[in-house]
């Protein structure tokens, strides 16, 4: 992932102050220049690296840091916000009934944030649709379509029409239950006129509330010129960073778009329909800079728990009263799997993420992922009986288990002593009053408004 480098790295520079309690000035040039090589290599502009270490530099060694924080914790708070700064604000989005238009040049990723966006604004608990007017590109409709139907969402195309204008004034009719409408545009390989003529026309029947264009990542840092020129020919609201997973470079996009009058709003992170999150400088940093995000990581379990609740028909409520059951433990292992990839979960978390993850051996991850896997076959190799009652599992049960199961009997004891630990820890929940619940979960979403840190952070308020 962009820039994942940097947090490595400069997570490495600073655990070298770990225990000082002040900045030599030699200290201070080791960490700036981290973050030079880093960015530098990301692709972000040399003037604009200059400018943000030389804040960085001199806010070090002037600020006083507060009485009880160390000098690691200093720095780090103090690159956390110039990282913020350079990378900006992110673009407004009310969530509400809303048109958008997504422009951009050939293959930057334009259908596939359509459908993406649409998934994550039905998630938002709106009912999206996209309409395609792509007849430039032969396959477009079908791809939309196609990709609409993973996301679950709204589609509005005619692959026999020939022209965007009408295509978009009939999708706009035939989407009037949708409340937010995202319309899909056709690229050019550049930013030519019949493309500038074509947008104003679609624009001008669709009345958008926004534009919004969607750029490569791996453009780095020319993402500037073309943010500009996409401004100056039709008018841009914001814009959507594509493939951040595939490019190295993307830190030079993600920085250019703040040098423009514009700022970002998505950012695109893999092929699939899920793999899309709404830029938030904060929360973005503070991940890349391994100290979590906890608001992606609330809005990933919510969204865990709401699919596991509809698929398994299973009420997380349930939890809060009597026996935890290996069924609970099954279903709560699911949500977890439904959050993605345990690595990417682990940096939202803060404190864990960063540091925790660099010292882990590069396969801790897939054994974790295996023993969850291997608890699902042994769990299926259970009776009922078993599954509600596993405190009465006994040896030959389970010998029973682990031949049934194909696995081994030290596996499927490490099962059982993995239920009793968390039937422990639900008792302690169970033993929680209701406020005590609601300051946890507060606690756990942080203070909204201050993004991935609130409450939680490493620097206290
Ligand atoms: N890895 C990765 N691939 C992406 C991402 N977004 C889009 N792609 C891929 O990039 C290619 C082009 O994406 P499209 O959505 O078709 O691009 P487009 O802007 O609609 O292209 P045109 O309609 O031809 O102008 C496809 O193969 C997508 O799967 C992303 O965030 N990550
Ligand atoms: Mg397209």
Redesign the pocket.
Known sequence: MVLDDLGSSLRGTLDKLQGKSRLSEDDVDEVVKEIQRSLLSADVDVDLVMELSDSIRERALAEEPPAGTTAKDHVLKIVYEEMVDLVGESTELPLEGQTIVLA???????????A?MAWWFSKKGLRPAVIQT?T??PG?YD?AEEMTERAEVDFYGDPDADDPVEIAREGLEATADADVRIV?T???SGLNEELVEELERIEAAVEPDRNLL?L?AAIGQSAKEQAEAFGDAVGIDGVVI?????TAKGGGALAAVDQTDSSIAFL????EVK??ERFEASGFISRLLGMGDLKQLSERVERAMEETQEEEDWDPEDLMQGEFTLKDMRNQMNAMNRMGPLDQVMDMIPGLGGGLKDQLPDDAMDVTQDRLRNFEVIMDSMTDDELENPRSVGQSQIERIARGSGTDEETVRDLLEQHKMMSRMMKQFQGMGDGDMQRMMQKMQGDGGGGGMGGMGPFGD
Do not use: Y
């Open positions: 951009g040049l050939q293959g930057s990723g334009k259908t596939t944030s359509a993406k792509d430039f590109r477009a791809q899909d056709s690229g050019r969607v490569d594509t493939k951040l997973d595939g695109g992170t893999g092929e793999d899309v």
